[in-house]
């Protein structure tokens, strides 16, 4: 299996994308992070849904979890309202690295090393050409470990 083989279409969100629309196809499809493109449509950055959960609690509460039990249900009812009007590269960590890029021709073990190694719930597969990176599609963990253990005979749904 080569990585063009298990790459598949995937949600894009770029880095001037609203957030709570991002937030909104993050729920709605259940998915494990959006791939950032830069605006050339490039790969910039993998916003995992836990970092935009981390954009809707208020810093205090980050900094001492205690707090969370005094806010009241009306209040932590309103937390999506920190996203109106952000934008999606707002929500991206300062620390954020680029994207694991796979290409097209690595194999199954070489993606799943590169998605270890960078800890990262899905990887781009791109092209590189002189005039920029093509997106093919995008490969996330769980996919990669349905076609892993389909192959090895170990996957036994019932």
Do not use: F, W
Not at 46 to 66: G, N, R, W
Request: glycine share 6%; charged share 20%.
């Amino acid at each position: 299996m080569r990585a063009r083989d298990l790459a598949v279409e995937y949600p894009t969100v770029s880095v001037d994308s609203d957030a709570l629309d991002a937030a909104r196809l993050m729920a709605e499809h259940k998915l494990p992070g959006l791939l950032v493109l830069d605006g050339r449509g490039e790969p910039k950055a993998i916003l995992p849904a836990s970092q935009m959960i981390k954009a809707l609690v208020p810093a205090y509460v980050i900094e001492d979890p205690t707090l969370a039990a005094v806010v009241d249900e009306k209040h932590a009812d309103r937390l999506c309202q920190a996203l109106a009007g952000r934008k999606v590269g707002e929500c991206l960590s300062s620390k954020a690295a680029p994207p694991p890029i796979a290409n097209p021709d690595d194999t199954a073990l070489e993606v799943a090393a590169l998605m270890a190694q960078v800890r990262s719930p899905l990887v781009a597969v791109a092209e590189h050409a002189k005039d920029g990176t093509h997106l093919i599609g995008v490969i996330t963990a769980s996919h990669l470990l349905h076609q892993l253990l389909d192959a090895s005979g170990s996957l036994n749904i019932n």
